[in-house]
């Protein structure tokens, strides 16, 4: 079952597009595009580069280092140079505050 954490407000994220949030010690990078809200690991799975600096493309996340783009419904990758991955975790919005689970 998913616990739910409180971790951001939904129109700040909307204004933002994206931004980065701590969830038990986890970087957990959070995307508004249009309405819906995405979350993944920050951390990109080439090297080392968060991918909350980057640029969100629809609903795919742009790397900033090496421009590899993730798809933020799956997490796959999309295009060189990334081979794995980037986790993705449910999120939601309620009552105006974005909630993520990563269990
Ligand atoms: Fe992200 Fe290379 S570090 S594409």
Redesign the pocket.
């Known amino acids: 079952s998913e616990r739910w954490h409180d971790v951001f407000d939904a129109g700040t994220l909307r204004e933002q597009g994206l931004t980065n949030v701590i969830v038990e010690g986890r970087d957990v990078a959070l995307y508004a595009v249009d309405d819906e809200v995405f979350a993944s690991d920050n951390r990109?799975t080439?090297?080392?580069?968060r991918l909350s600096d980057g640029f969100l493309l629809g609903d795919e996340i742009e790397?900033p280092?090496?421009?590899?783009r993730f798809s933020l419904r799956t997490g796959e990758p999309m295009c060189a140079?990334?081979q794995r991955p980037v986790r993705v975790f449910p999120v939601k919005i309620e009552g105006g505050r974005v909630f993520v689970s990563v269990d």
């Not at 080439?46 to 580069?49: E, L, R, V």
């Not at 280092?65 to 590899?68: D, F, I, K, S, V």
Request: hydrophobic share 25%.
């Open positions: 990109c080439h090297g080392d580069a790397c280092l090496h421009q590899g140079p990334l």
